[in-house]
């Protein structure tokens, strides 16, 4: 028998009993563990189930719906069925589990428990919808009594008017009751129907015989008789249901008891099978742990003996003993083994002789080595002529290159100068080549320049700098430099390399988006606060203008507020300065003639003064499609500072030209595009180096009383419109501003809005939506004192409530004035579908502090009828609803 039968026999006489045991454990806790899933599946089924249940029943208790009702019907007959099944798994004769009359009693007091619970809610639920018809037939008797009061006429009788009041308090008390429950209402009810009843019996006994008074008369007598027999009938039912519903409460109590006393029990009993489970696991583990530690130490042994034999042989095969020979007789696979290690002795054997043959061929060996390194020579020489002429490659790669590529020697002189370096600073080679550095060096740039050198030598390393420059012809220019010193072979610094690059056209297109962005993040946090400056402004001004309407305000307080509501007035136009660079402020643009506009505006801002203005305008100047109040405004604030410096008088030339964006001398324009060039300048007292940077800050201002926002404002709206402005400035010669703006080859035809007329609608209801308080109270006071009814809310979601509460008991909404922005909530254009889907008729106002917001522009594509912009007067919000109301 082989040595691996040997081991599967030993192995498998193990392996049989264990397995066995196994098997008959792994049986007896599967029967176990199904049983108890089952059961525990069943009891978390109940409990969801259960859980539906309370919660359609809540569900009912507070609306009594019939289709919550159904609903709970519908999961008590689930349950009932889940309760009954439980029947079917009764415990087995297993140890540690209850007897079968035991669960069955468990189930049964849960069942009977269900049974008790599934009456009181059937009781409840019959009662409700008793309750339900005896309030229909109520309120329709209430309508009855209602129409017949009303066609009562007065004829001076004082009790057909208390009949009538009396009406009235019963339907308010009715609707109260029916909404509150309260008992007080139910008393103002029942008073009011038994004094119409007694009033009309007074009434018939005191009319006429053969006119119609007595049978009417008779007839609500009757029937408010009729009203109070159903409505004592209703709180009759109320009662009982109410008493009916705490029966009900109880048995669900007593059921949720049942359920956990059931569940408890499965639970400690699943509990006492697993430990003995476990017991008779531990048992078998040590009788197999046992049985397999006394297999490995027979079969161990019975394994080393020929082991040790083989340790031996290798240990002589080691010390050089190479004729050694493993005596192992056993025919299985270690004797295998040992055939196999002395065929490996004997191959070794035959490789030392081997080596030793080889050693007397070495000669051979070396001649061949010689012939191989003639070999190397050859290819050798080979590189080096490649590599002569990859220099030639990198001499053509240096000339052609697109940076300027400078050699200097240890005295900072040119060595070497490629075609680049020729076209940037207008020097050949010839020219530059062993003369010093400092001659294409700005002079106010020679000291930062030494210290680049100087820290080039001390720390040995590449430096980047970028300085200025000048060129052949004079000019100076901005370069980016990347120095390098150049070692020899030992390591000394014998020169330097330089790589340039002309960056002045880039810089300047960098300083202007920085320009740009600084506005941006400016223009962010001004819009915020003009915003909510607006809203105060509002509030102030709407108050002021309410308080201007008291006819018996004195002369000497009229004349304070006007003066106060002009500073509002000013203020408000301040903040739509603020609103104009501000993020958001995007202009209204149309087709127009920037010739007109120029000269509007700078004729506008000289009128008066001591200075004029000469113009030079083609007759063939592009149109442009921008915002001609915006252009307007950044026409007036260039010629209003041209005219500041200028105070002892003067001449300013503006000129426009049409312009490509392609062209060489407009590298910052865009490519393939039109533009208009407006050039303004000035001979006045120009704008220094160091203030020039500054002068499109937010507020920053060299004058007096200037308030630093004009050309902030200025660049802001050339951005919008997608231009470019630039300034240039000499000290006692003046200023040139050069505007680009984007232009268009022919005007679009401008459309005129007509001016609708004032409707003299000065009743109806409105609905006013803002987040502000202020705002709120002041616009509602406008409103109210203008003959409307006001109704106010604070967020979307609550306007749309009150909208369709009003809609739905016929109080029509005339107007809804909202908010464009809220904070945290639906703002205007949120709550726009919410109250067209209430009432697509519905009429929409929209205001906001954000005047020049792209929806106050064109409110009518976002569902709007009017838009007003804050802060405003009573006039300005009395206009804006009028035409509102006006058809499309």
């Not at 070495?362 to 061949?368: G, I, K, R, S, Y």
């Not at 020097?427 to 080039?456: C, D, F």
């Not at 533009?675 to 800050?697: E, M, P």
């Not at 200023?735 to 268009?744: C, E, G, H, R, W």
């Amino acid at each position: 028998m082989s040595f691996r039968n040997k081991l599967g026999l030993a192995f498998f006489s193990v392996l049989v009993p264990v397995m066995l045991v196994a098997l008959v454990s792994w049986w007896s806790m599967g029967v176990a563990l199904d049983r108890q899933e089952t059961v525990f599946k069943l009891s978390r089924e109940i409990e969801q189930l259960f859980f539906q249940i309370n919660t359609e029943e809540e569900q009912f208790a507070t609306t009594q719906n019939i289709r919550h009702s159904r609903s709970v019907s519908t999961l008590l007959e689930d349950l009932n069925a889940r309760i009954s099944r439980l029947f079917t798994y009764s415990a087995e004769k297993e140890p540690g589990y209850a007897s079968e009359d035991e669960h069955d009693q468990a189930v049964k007091k849960l069942q009977g428990a269900f049974i008790f619970y599934r009456q009181g809610f059937t009781d409840f639920s019959s009662q409700i919808l008793e309750m339900q018809t005896i309030e229909s037939r109520m309120i329709q008797e209430s309508v009855r009594l209602q129409t017949l009061s009303d066609n009562l006429l007065y004829n001076g009788d004082p009790k057909v008017l208390a009949i009538q009041q009396a009406k009235g308090q019963m339907l308010l008390g009715e609707k109260d009751y029916l909404l509150t429950q309260r008992a007080d209402s139910i008393q103002i009810v029942t008073e009011s129907v038994r004094q119409i009843r007694l009033l009309a019996e007074e009434i018939r006994m005191q009319s006429i015989e053969g006119t119609s008074m007595p049978l009417k008369v008779f007839r609500i007598a009757r029937l408010a008789a009729l009203y109070e027999q159903i409505l004592r009938k209703y709180i009759q039912e109320k009662a009982q249901a109410k008493e009916t519903m705490s029966r009900m409460r109880a048995s669900q109590e007593n059921f949720s008891h049942e359920l956990v006393q059931y569940i408890d029990h499965e639970l400690a009993s699943a509990q006492a099978n697993v430990r003995n489970l476990r017991l008779i696991m531990v048992a078998v583990s040590v009788f197999v742990i046992g049985l397999s530690m006394l297999a490995t130490f027979i079969i161990s042994a019975r394994i080393t003996r020929p082991i040790n034999q083989l340790k031996k042989s290798a240990t002589d095969i080691v010390n050089g003993n190479l004729d050694t020979v493993v005596q192992i007789e056993s025919p299985d696979e270690i004797g295998r083994l040992g055939e196999i290690f002395n065929m490996m002795t004997q191959r070794l054997k035959i490789s030392f002789d081997d080596r030793e043959r080889y050693r007397d061929h070495l000669e051979e060996l070396v001649a061949e080595r010689t012939e191989k390194l003639e070999r190397e020579i050859v290819e050798r020489k080979q590189a080096e002529l490649a590599l002569r002429i990859s220099e030639v490659r990198l001499s053509l790669i240096i000339e052609q290159s697109p940076m300027a590529i400078i050699l200097w020697d240890m005295q900072l002189k040119v060595v070497s100068w490629n075609r680049t370096a020729e076209k940037i600073f207008g020097y050949t080679a010839g020219e530059v080549i062993g003369r010093p550095s400092k001659m294409l060096i700005a002079p106010e740039s020679r000291n930062h320049v030494s210290g680049v050198w100087q820290k080039i030598l001390d720390e040995k390393t590449v430096v980047r700098s970028q300085n200025e420059n000048i060129t052949k012809d004079g000019r100076v220019i901005l370069c980016d430099w990347s120095n390098t010193p150049l070692y020899d072979a030992a390591g000394s610094v014998v020169g330097f390399l330089s790589f340039a690059e002309d960056v002045t056209q880039r810089s300047r297109v960098e300083q202007e988006l920085l320009k740009i962005k600084k506005l941006e993040s400016t223009g962010v946090l001004a819009g915020g606060i003009a915003h909510d400056f607006n809203n105060i402004l509002t509030a102030i001004l709407g108050n002021l203008n309410l308080s201007l309407l008291d006819r018996e305000l004195s002369s000497s307080t009229r004349g304070l507020l006007e003066s106060a509501e002009k500073a509002s007035k000013r203020a408000k136009t301040l903040t739509q300065q603020l609103l104009t660079f501000a993020k958001g402020g995007e202009p209204i643009r149309e087709s127009m003639s920037l010739a007109e506009v120029v000269r509007d505006s700078a004729n506008f801002v000289l009128h008066g003064g001591n200075v004029s203005c000469q113009y030079d305008i083609p007759e063939d100047l592009w149109s442009a499609h921008a915002d001609k109040g915006q252009i307007s405004q950044v026409i007036q604030n260039i010629v209003l500072n041209a005219r500041h410096a200028m105070p002892a008088g003067g001449v300013i030339d503006i000129s426009c030209t049409n312009v490509q964006g392609d062209e060489k001398q407009y590298a910052l324009l865009e490519k393939n595009k039109k533009f208009i060039q407006i050039v303004i300048r000035d001979n006045g007292v120009g704008i220094s180096a160091n203030v020039l940077d500054r002068i499109f800050d937010p507020y920053f201002t060299t004058k007096q009383e200037g308030s630093g926002l004009g050309l902030a404002i200025t660049l802001s709206i050339v951005n919008k419109h997608g231009g470019h402005i630039l300034v240039d400035s000499e000290p006692g010669k003046g200023t040139v501003f050069t505007l680009y703006l984007p232009a268009v080859e022919a005007a679009d035809e401008l459309k005129a809005e007509a001016e609708t007329g004032i409707l003299a609608i000065r009743s109806g209801n409105v609905l006013l939506m803002d987040d502000d308080e202020g705002v709120l109270a002041v616009l509602q006071a406008m409103l109210e004192q203008s003959g409307y009814r006001v109704v106010t809310s604070r967020n979307g979601d609550e306007c749309a409530e009150i909208y369709k509460r009003l809609f739905d008991t016929g109080q029509a909404v005339d107007f809804v004035i909202v908010d464009l922005t809220i904070p945290g909530g639906k703002g205007g254009r949120e709550v726009v579908p919410l109250l067209q889907e209430i009432d697509p008729e519905v009429k929409i106002v929209v205001s906001s502090g954000y005047s020049n917001d792209p929806v106050m522009a064109s409110f009518r594509d976002y569902g709007f009828c009017g838009a007003v912009s804050k802060p405003y007067v009573i006039d300005e919000l009395l206009k804006v609803i009028d035409r509102a109301a006006e058809p499309l």
